[in-house]
C-alpha cells in the first residue's frame, strides 16, 4: 500500500476526529479555515486512502460488568498453525484483540471477562483446549493508565520526524 501524504489540514481533521468522531465537518471546517464540503472531500478522501477506517462507539467494558482485563501471550507447538488457531480464538467473545508477535510467545491476546473465575474459565476450558495451543501465560491489568488512538502530529508543532532532519 502506498504512503499517503497528509497535509496539515489533514492532520488538523484527523486530530479533532481523534478527540470527537462526532463532531460536525461543519465545526471542523471553521476550525481549519475551509468549507464544511472542503472537509467532506477530504474526509472521504482519507477514507479511500486507508488513514481512516471508520469510526466507532467505544463502550467501557467495566460498564457491562467486565471488570477484569488480561493480557495472555500464546506460545504455539508448530508456528505455521497460526492461522488455524487465530480462526479458533476469534471464537470466543471474549477476546478483544489477538497481536502475532516476536519474542517468545507467538501471540499476545486481550481479554474482557466479569472476575477471575471467568477468566480461568476462557482460560482451561476454552483456550487450552484449542489445537497447537502450547502454552499461555496470563498478565492481569491492574489499571489502564493511558488509552489513546494512535498519534497525529499536532498541527500546532512541530513532527518528530522534522526534528530528525
Given at each position: ?140 491489568s491492574l489499571d489502564q493508565a493511558i488509552e489513546r488512538q ?16
Amino acid at each position: 500500500m502506498a504512503t499517503y501524504h497528509i497535509d496539515q489540514i489533514d492532520q488538523k481533521i484527523l486530530s479533532f476526529l481523534i478527540n470527537n468522531a462526532r463532531m460536525p465537518f461543519l465545526e471542523i471546517a471553521r476550525e481549519c479555515g475551509v468549507s464544511g464540503a472542503a472537509i467532506h472531500q477530504r474526509v472521504k478522501r482519507l477514507e479511500s486512502n486507508g488513514v481512516i477506517s471508520g469510526s466507532r462507539l467505544m463502550v467501557k467494558p467495566q460498564a457491562l460488568g467486565l471488570n477484569v482485563c488480561a493480557f495472555i501471550s500464546v506460545t504455539l507447538s508448530e508456528a505455521n498453525k497460526y492461522p488455524e488457531v487465530v480462526s479458533n480464538l476469534r471464537k470466543i467473545a471474549e477476546i478483544v484483540e489477538c497481536h502475532f508477535v516476536t519474542g517468545k510467545a507467538a501471540l499476545l491476546v486481550k481479554v474482557y471477562c466479569f472476575d477471575n473465575d471467568h477468566l480461568m474459565e476462557i482460560l482451561l476450558n476454552t483456550m487450552q483446549k484449542i489445537p497447537y495451543i502450547q502454552s499461555t501465560e496470563t498478565m492481569i491489568s491492574l489499571d489502564q493508565a493511558i488509552e489513546r488512538q494512535v498519534w497525529v502530529k499536532d498541527y500546532k508543532h512541530t513532527s518528530y520526524q522534522e526534528t530528525k532532519r
